[in-house]
Each structure stands twice: as C-alpha cells, then as structure tokens.
C-alpha cells in the first residue's frame, strides 16, 4: 500500500497516510480544518536536515 503524503494550507501541517490508491483521498485537516492538498515526494526528500531548504520547490502538488 503506498504512503500518501497531504499538506494542509492552513497550518502547514504534513500527514502520512496510508492509503489504497482508489481510496478517497483526503481533503481536511483534523487539526484546523484547512485545505490538504496532496504532495508527491520525489528524491529530493531525503535532502530534508542536510541544510538545503529546496525541497518545496521540487514537489508536485496535486489538486
Ligand atoms: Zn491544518
């Protein structure tokens, strides 16, 4: 089962979420009721903590 990564909007708040691909996703955050959005993470994830502030830039966000 792939992970799925959201984003809210609102408080920035990023979810892992295992999930079947045919799976609603999903569209509101528990915490503040924001918008998610959902974020393919490519190779440059790994990148997060070695000091490079990148990564944002290179990630697809799916509507
Ligand atoms: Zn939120």
Do not use: W
Request: include cysteine.
């Amino acid at each position: 089962m792939p992970i799925y990564e959201y984003e809210c909007e609102k408080c920035k708040e990023v979810l892992e979420v295992l999930q079947n691909p045919n799976d609603e996703p999903l569209k509101k955050c528990e915490k503040c009721g924001g918008e998610l959005h959902k974020v393919i993470a490519n190779s440059t994830f790994h990148l997060y903590g070695s000091g490079f502030y990148t990564t944002d830039n290179k990630r697809k966000y799916l509507k």
